[in-house]
């Protein structure tokens, strides 16, 4: 029975658990045909969907046997900073290509894919992660004390000879490149060091060279000259005083020595009168000797000093009072002889006349002894002033030589410490290689040997199939809803109540041909059957083949 025209219009009834009943009945070949599909399609994919086996290898990092601190590596980066140049390593294009050719990988996709395609998917294959250790952070990150390196394929065996392969070529391409990089780095220095001893040696024979040349007159030596030629100044000091004073000691000698003359003459000779008698008395003898001294210092003093000074107006006036003295006592011999003129007799004349002869001759010998000494000073003051005008030039020299041998010593200072840096290094980079070369440096350590998977990580295969079946059944629901909605004919009473708002007296069922009845349900077993063999054979086909081929 078909709704009338306005009745397209009409919202629908309310559906209850007796109506999705009834939907799911007469539109079940709908719901089982997809979800069978799906139950299908999902077995044939998950058994013919190739294993993927995952093997992996765990390496540690082994820390140098001698603290870096004492002995400095060489090479650059730590191992646990060098897994991203580990990867590189391990999936370049050569290493690629070299197991593939040895292990026979991916035999099927030779000759119809690329090589370059097999390369990459293999590379996506292999992966490596770092480890993250127990030991302290270093700045703020965990210190890295293994990783583990892992291939997935679809032959167990094979992966398993892969991750081998891989973890000997680490392990061997490190220590190599760690004895190269070591090597290389010593023998760097070692050539820097010898370049820059040379160099070192040029300098040192320059700078010894213009040392030769300018010795003394280096502005290291200003110094020492300045302090030499201040000595020399007072030495000079010291050689015009002793001279001035040996002087004055000869010129009172050699009043000494004319005082005792005139006695001498004094006795050989008879005295004209009184006042020349007491002239020569030995009083005034010795008066008329610190007359003479007292003038002669008197002269040095004029020479050295002002006429103002005190000391020379203080010798001014002890002379005046000397030549008052010999004034006075002078006079009073001239009374006494007046009064009693006495003579002496030949005997004590002759033996003062021999006692002055020889106090003449010991005076003589004095001043002769003075004479040379006064030479030999002489001769050292005159020594002395050409020294002071040597260091004098070499002063004046000074500040001409000064620039080039601030450069020749500036250069010095820098090759030096040029050589003295370099040969710290060198020494501490042979230790390292050294080290290195007796496999005591950094080192990988196999912790895990690859292993032999047991079971395929990959497919899930009754997961896939659970999620196609449920995929395939809610296929089935959707289409079922689909064709209700599609279909708006009045199926039961209660759509005739609810849509013409009639009572129903009776109802007349559907009479159809019992030929059309039984050949729609043959075509429908028919269809049915063979969908049924067909699933079942594609379904059996690939569990035989995913068995088959493991086998």
């Known amino acids: 029975m078909q709704p009338s025209q306005d009745s397209y219009g009409t919202p629908r009834r309310p559906m209850d658990v007796q109506d999705y009943v009834d939907v799911m009945r007469r539109h079940r070949s709908w719901i089982v045909g997809p979800a069978f599909a799906g139950l299908v399609i999902a077995v044939v994919v998950a058994f013919l969907w190739p294993d993927t086996y995952v093997s992996d290898a765990t390496i540690r990092i082994v820390p140098p046997a001698v603290p870096e ?95 081998g392969k891989i973890v000997s070529s680490l392990v061997d391409q490190t220590t190599k490149t760690r004895n190269d990089q070591s090597t290389q780095t010593s023998d760097f220095l070692k050539d820097k060091l010898a370049a820059a001893q040379k160099d070192l040696n040029e300098i040192e024979d320059r700078v010894e060279r213009y040392k030769k040349a300018f010795s003394g007159k280096l502005p290291t030596q200003l110094d020492s000259n300045l302090a030499q030629l201040r000595t020399l100044e007072s030495q000079l000091a010291a050689a015009t005083s002793a001279i001035s004073r040996t002087q004055t000691d000869k010129l009172l000698i050699e009043n000494q020595i004319s ?59 002890r002379l005046e009072g000397l030549k008052q003295s010999r004034q006075s006592m002078l006079d009073e011999e001239e009374k006494k002889a007046a009064a009693a003129p006495q003579k002496k007799t030949s005997a004590v004349k002759s033996r003062d006349q021999s006692d002055l002869e020889g106090e003449i001759q010991r005076y003589q010998a004095m001043a002769e002894a003075k004479d040379k000494e006064i030479e030999q000073l002489a001769q050292d003051q005159s020594r002395i002033t050409k020294l002071q005008n040597q260091y004098k030039d070499r002063i004046e020299a000074i500040p001409g030589s000064e620039r080039e041998y601030t450069e020749l010593t500036r250069d010095y200072a820098l090759k030096k410490q040029q050589y003295e840096d370099l040969s710290m290094k060198s020494s501490a980079s042979s230790m390292s290689t050294e080290l290195e070369n007796k496999a005591q440096g950094e080192l990988l350590e196999v912790l895990e040997q690859p292993s032999l998977p047991p079971t395929p990580t990959e497919p899930k295969r009754w997961v896939i199939i659970s999620v196609g079946s449920l995929l395939g059944l809610v296929a089935g629901f959707c289409l079922a809803g689909i064709r209700e909605m599609k279909d708006t004919s009045l199926k039961n009473l209660k759509d005739v109540k609810a849509y013409t708002g009639l009572p129903v007296l009776g109802s007349v069922p559907l009479v159809q041909s019992d030929f059309v009845v039984q050949r729609r349900r043959r075509m429908a077993w028919l269809g049915w059957s063979t969908s049924c063999i067909v699933g079942f054979l594609l379904m059996l086909g690939s569990v035989y083949f995913y068995y088959k081929k493991g086998s």
């Open 69 to 163: 601190r004492l002995v400095p590596t060489n090479v650059n980066l730590q191992v646990g900073q060098r897994i991203a140049s580990f990867y590189q390593d391990v999936t370049s294009r050569d290493n690629l290509q070299n197991l593939i050719n040895t292990l026979a990988l991916y035999p099927g996709k030779k000759g119809r894919v690329p090589l370059e395609d097999i390369m990459e998917e293999m590379k996506s294959d292999i992966n490596m992660a770092a480890l993250t250790g127990l030991r302290e952070p270093v700045d703020g990150r965990a210190t890295t004390t293994a990783f583990r390196v892992s291939f997935s394929y679809e032959n167990k065996y094979k992966a398993q000879q892969v991750v």
């Open 259 to 317: 005082v005792l003359k005139d006695r001498l003459q004094a006795l050989t000779n008879t005295p004209a009168s009184p006042l020349e008698t007491a002239a020569k008395n030995a009083r005034i003898s010795q008066l008329e000797g610190d007359i003479l001294t007292s003038e002669a210092r008197l002269s040095i003093l004029r020479r050295q000093l002002k006429d103002t000074h005190p000391d020379v107006q203080s010798e001014v006036a």
